[in-house]
């Protein structure tokens, strides 16, 4: 099956610049996603990109796209305190029926 | 943007007992909705996924008599935790995934924790 993996934590101070990593092994991806999830909450989409792009920028995020190495990133700038929780990537597939496939999360703790 | 609500957002129950969570497409119709179950501090796990009138399609390891899965509606899946136990205590998540987007994109629910005692 798809592995995807995530370092576990990363903590910041405000104002700094937040990058999480994620390493996935098919290299069949259609789409790539950063997900948020605060606290006994559901997840909320942050952002996307296709596989075919190497980087996306959209306000304080931008998402790099490594298709060789297989390593997605999200860059947070200006990190604030409200950004807290925990992210995760995922990625469909072609063949997988619209599935996601969701990385292991990165606690990102902002600290003041 | 899509919302999706579920009910309830937690529940408490006795062992041996049946607990049914709704996923509730508000604003759009969703022919396939996805159901996830996520352990504390863990990613989320794909159960199985719900099709509007069709039987669901369950991910392997995941016993369909004990998660019963109903898509009755283009609005609605609803999960049966059956004869539930200790072990099934988990936050289970559901998405639905909307058509009417470039990419079919998946709108998640806020979840809904579950204690078995």
């Known amino acids: 099956g798809e592995d995807v993996e995530q370092s576990l934590f990363l903590s910041v101070r405000e104002g700094d610049s937040s990058v999480i990593n994620c390493t996935y092994t098919?290299?069949?991806?259609?789409?790539l996603y950063w997900y948020k999830q605060e606290p006994g909450a559901g997840l909320q989409l942050l952002t996307y990109?296709?596989?075919?792009?190497d980087m996306k920028q959209d306000q304080r995020l931008t998402v790099l796209l490594n298709k060789k190495d297989k390593h997605l990133s999200l860059r947070i700038a200006d990190t604030q305190t409200g950004d807290s929780a925990i992210y995760f990537c995922?990625?469909?597939?072609?063949?997988?029926?619209?599935?996601?496939?969701f990385g292991t999360g990165t606690q990102l703790k902002v600290e003041l | 943007g899509a919302v999706v609500s579920q009910h309830p957002s937690w529940v408490i129950c006795k062992s041996g007992t049946s607990v049914k969570i709704e996923c509730r497409s508000l604003?759009?119709?969703?022919?396939?909705m996805f159901w996830y179950r996520q352990f504390p501090k863990q990613s989320l796990m794909l159960m199985a996924t719900?099709?509007?009138?069709?039987?669901?399609?369950?991910e392997q390891g995941v016993e369909k008599d004990k998660f019963l899965i109903n898509h009755a509606s283009l609005t609605l899946s609803t999960l049966t935790v059956t004869s539930a136990h200790p072990e099934d205590s988990s936050f289970y998540i559901c998405?639905?995934?909307?058509?009417?987007?470039?990419?079919?994109?998946?709108?998640f629910g806020p979840g809904t924790r579950l204690t078995v005692l």
């Open positions: 604003d759009f119709q969703a022919t396939t």
């Open positions: 719900s099709n509007e009138g069709s039987k669901a399609t369950y």
């Open positions: 995922a990625e469909t597939f072609t063949g997988g029926g619209n599935k996601l496939t």
């Open positions: 998405s639905a995934r909307d058509t009417g987007t470039p990419r079919g994109e998946q709108f």
């Open positions: 098919d290299s069949s991806s259609t789409y």
């Open positions: 990109i296709f596989s075919n792009m």
